[in-house]
């Protein structure tokens, strides 16, 4: 029987892709998103599951954003230019509203960039913007985003959900969709666009067009796409991916992306055992990656090091050295460094989120900690721990995302060579750097990768336009090929 590949490498069969659910293409999508009910929210203030991230994206885009391909498409500006070699950027912003008939001004959109990047803001991406120097109006239309520092990568981190434009009183976003009904499932529905050539089409809405949107457990989601109550679920993770086991859903509607990002171990405390660097370095080899990823996902890859890719560093990826052993000689060499310390016996916390997949990843971690002499102790994200699960997909690519996400506990060493990466005043300096930095952090051993992160979709026939990317980011305006 012929076999095919999907997104991230899982084979199936020929059979079961012709085998996927007929639904008829009528009616509302109904998209569920793993996590609590969506809300609009302002990313400065707090932090965003994906049910929110799917709202805020779909109500309150940004400057840019993306499209199914997680390539750069307009969002409130129409188009930009970039100049002084990657100093200065431009951006036109095209005719919109809030949805209540008021005009988006230049002044609004200078002032609400400038909220999410502020010093006291819990934006996660605002360490990463700190090259923004000033955000200026130049005319009614046009804006300017002036850098102290070259950022090529700056698009990708505005056209996060976490960078859209959110009007605060009252609340409100641009679109691409409105809320026509709220509650705890909003109806969306798109929004009158005064830029297409034919905006008399666009007064008369179809139910294909709406999107209803539904933040939940992903037991819940899982079972409503089985029972084809719902055309798609999106934010799945390792943790959830084992109860794709329990349903007779077809093959060829589970979506898997090539995600890019980090998922490992962050040493998060540095004493006892853990104080020495070999020390670190032994735990890191005693795990069998193989074996971990094997026993939640078929074709996850497992990953030995911080960088996937030279990406915008100058050197190649700093690779441990313990990767030129087998998997046994790792484990002796773990087993030889715990049998010499003397500190007394040796136990280790590590924090995991609950569900599924987390109990078979802890149950491999343990399996190889316990080989060499160590003693795992399970405890939860927000507890006292040792080693605490990093389980993120990178929103742009640099190699210095890596190496900042990674070191959520590094020595001074390290925490220094990531600040001189970001102060770098040109790109090929800033290489330099990271790739010092890199090298700093293999040598501290502040991090213990395992593979890149899973994720992964439900998808139905209608959803014709969903593409797996890099992102793993899946906007509602971009499901269904006829709609924008």
């Known amino acids: 029987m012929r076999a095919v590949l999907l997104a991230g490498g899982i084979a199936v069969s020929a059979a079961a892709l012709s085998g996927c659910d007929r639904r008829p293409d009528t009616g509302v999508v109904v998209a569920s998103a793993i996590g609590a009910p969506p809300r609009v929210a302002d990313a400065s203030r707090v932090v965003l599951d994906t049910p929110s991230r799917l709202m805020m994206d779909s109500t309150a885009q940004g400057l840019v954003r993306f499209d199914a391909a997680g390539q750069i ?159 798609l679920v999106s934010g799945g993770s390792f943790v959830d991916w084992p109860l794709l086991a329990t349903t007779d859903i077809a093959a060829g509607n589970v979506r898997v992306d090539p995600a890019v990002g980090l998922f490992g171990l962050a040493i998060v405390r540095r004493d006892g055992f853990l104080a020495d660097p070999a020390n ?110 990093v389980d993120a997909v990178a929103p742009y690519d640099s190699a210095r995302w890596y190496l900042a996400t990674a070191c959520v506990v590094c020595g001074d060493v390290a925490q220094a060579a990531l600040e001189a990466a970001r102060e770098a005043p040109t790109l090929v300096e800033r290489g330099a750097r990271i790739a010092a930095a890199d090298a700093a952090l293999n040598e501290d051993v502040a991090f213990i990768p395992l593979a890149r992160p899973l994720r992964w979709s439900l998808v139905s026939p209608r959803l014709r336009q969903w593409q797996a990317n890099p992102r793993a980011w899946h906007p509602l305006n971009r499901l269904r090929a006829d709609t924008n």
């Open 280 to 389: 670190r370095a032994a735990v890191a080899e005693a795990i069998d990656r193989t074996a971990l990823t094997a026993a939640i996902a078929p074709a996850w890859d497992p990953a030995d090091r911080i960088l996937p890719d030279i990406l915008d560093s100058a050197a190649l990826p700093q690779v441990p050295a313990w990767t030129l052993l087998t998997q046994d000689e790792r484990r002796a060499a773990a087993r030889q460094r715990v049998a010499a310390w003397t500190g007394g016996p040796i136990a280790l916390r590590i924090a995991l989120p609950a569900g599924p997949g987390a109990t078979l990843l802890y149950a491999q971690v343990a399996a190889s900690l316990i080989a060499v002499g160590i003693t795992p102790i399970r405890v939860g994200m927000r507890d006292a721990a040792d080693l605490k699960l």
């Open 73 to 231: 498409e307009p969002g409130l500006a129409e188009r930009w230019i970039v100049i002084d070699g990657g100093m200065s950027y431009i951006f036109r912003l095209r005719e919109g509203d809030w949805g209540d008939g008021t005009p988006v001004t230049a002044e609004q959109v200078v002032a609400m960039l400038e909220r999410q990047i502020a010093p006291n803001s819990r934006n996660p991406l605002a360490p990463f913007l700190t090259a923004i120097d000033e955000i200026v109006v130049m005319t009614p239309q046009v804006i300017e985003v002036r850098l102290s520092r070259p950022r090529p990568d700056l698009l990708k981190l505005f056209a996060q959900p976490e960078l859209a434009l959110l009007r605060l009183r009252p609340s409100g976003g641009s679109g691409p969709f409105r809320v026509l009904r709220r509650g705890r499932a909003p109806l969306l529905r798109p929004a009158f666009d005064p830029n297409q050539a034919d905006p008399d089409d666009q007064r008369e809405a179809k139910p294909e067009e709406d999107v209803r949107l539904i933040g939940e457990r992903a037991a819940r989601a899982i079972a409503r796409f089985a029972n084809r109550d719902s055309d």
